[in-house]
């Protein structure tokens, strides 16, 4: 879907509008967006601002910054949520690779711009969002960038789960991928290079082991019995309670569990029409010492009324995290969806 957004000014700001370019009823399904198209370039959660350098140290780097290098929640180290690149307009024309890139922001400042920002979803390769910023002057440029800082982060985020989700639909598990569903009546992409662990009528422990990482993710349902299952407390309880029944350590009586010391973060997300409560924070083993993140998702299952539960905790002590836990997250953003 290609879309054109309108934020016009008089002074700093009177009227805000959203157009829709001439073309978007030609590219309006997202079949006719993807088909066909090459596939974007870019490391996981990089993106790209374009912009002369006079406009983009200072004030707006900073600003920049504050909206899109803030750290992600729930890690045991500080790391970005994106790294931002930044280029020159000269650099980024004469590059087809670079104009190839999955997120990218383009801030055009010169007399005589009018002062709005386009927004191009898919129109090159996919998954790609493009925004450009032409304005002409700085009152504008920072009220219109506030405005839509959300917006854009938003796409980019979901930029870098449609990317992982059709790498791991080319090599899926199938078999894995139909048990899940036979079992808790959800449909989800694992990668061919997890296997599951340890099943139950109602639990799935699924793993992926290399020599520097071990990645699990935990599936459990239950009947849904009130709206107080989605309570914060409530999660990390349900989360303990069967982490510590099915997640044991090397060590004897070791088990894995919460870490209450550190901050959880919680917020409500909708994906593929699933409202779910995403959690974020960190796991320890108690009675030893080996502990990372997790991203936590919970959800009423609308096609079969249970409460249903997907725990993604990594262990990587060598290396960075936020990309790792990334393709893990994917995996729930593909929930009940199909390849594009």
């Not at 374009?50 to 180290?77: H, M, T």
């Not at 980019?156 to 790498?167: K, L, M």
Request: hydrophobic fraction near 35%; charge should be positive; charged fraction near 25%.
């Amino acid at each position: 879907m290609k879309k054109s957004l309108l934020y016009q000014f008089a002074g700093i700001i009177l009227l805000l509008m959203l157009i829709v370019v001439s073309c978007s009823k030609q590219t309006s399904t997202k079949e006719k967006l993807t088909m066909g198209l090459p596939s974007s370039a870019g490391k996981t959660l990089e993106m790209i601002v374009v912009a002369d350098e006079e406009i983009y140290k200072g004030e707006l780097r900073d600003s920049i910054g504050k909206n899109f290098e803030i750290p992600q929640e729930g890690l045991n180290q500080n790391e970005p949520l994106f790294d931002v690149i930044h280029l020159k307009p000269e650099g980024f024309i004469h590059s087809d690779m670079l104009q190839k890139h999955r997120n990218i922001l383009i801030i055009d400042f010169k007399k005589g711009n009018p002062n709005k920002i386009y927004q191009e979803i898919n129109q090159r390769v996919y998954p790609q969002a493009v925004y450009k910023l032409m304005v002409d002057n700085r009152d504008s440029m920072f009220a219109i960038l506030t405005r839509f800082y959300p917006t854009i982060r938003k796409q980019f985020y979901t930029n870098e789960h449609n990317r992982i989700f059709n790498v791991f639909k080319r090599d899926e598990n199938i078999k894995l991928t139909e048990q899940i569903n036979k079992t808790f009546g959800i449909k989800l992409t694992i990668p061919a290079d997890f296997y599951l662990a340890k099943q139950k009528n109602d639990f799935f422990w699924i793993r992926k082991e290399t020599k520097d990482e071990s990645y699990g993710i935990m599936i459990y349902k239950q009947p849904f019995t009130s709206q107080n299952l989605f309570n914060k407390d409530k999660i990390i309880e349900i989360r303990d309670k069967i982490a510590k029944d099915n997640i044991p350590g090397p060590m004897k009586d070791s088990y894995m569990g919460t870490e209450l010391r550190t901050d959880i973060y919680t917020d409500t997300v909708k994906i593929n029409n699933i409202v779910m409560i995403e959690s974020r924070g960190l796991w320890r083993l108690f009675g030893d010492f080996m502990g990372g993140p997790f991203v936590n998702y919970v959800f009423q299952n609308p096609a079969t009324n249970d409460f249903i539960m997907i725990d993604c905790f990594l262990y990587s002590p060598k290396k960075p995290k936020r990309d790792l836990l990334m393709q893990m997250e994917s995996i729930v953003y593909g929930i009940n969806r199909k390849v594009e």
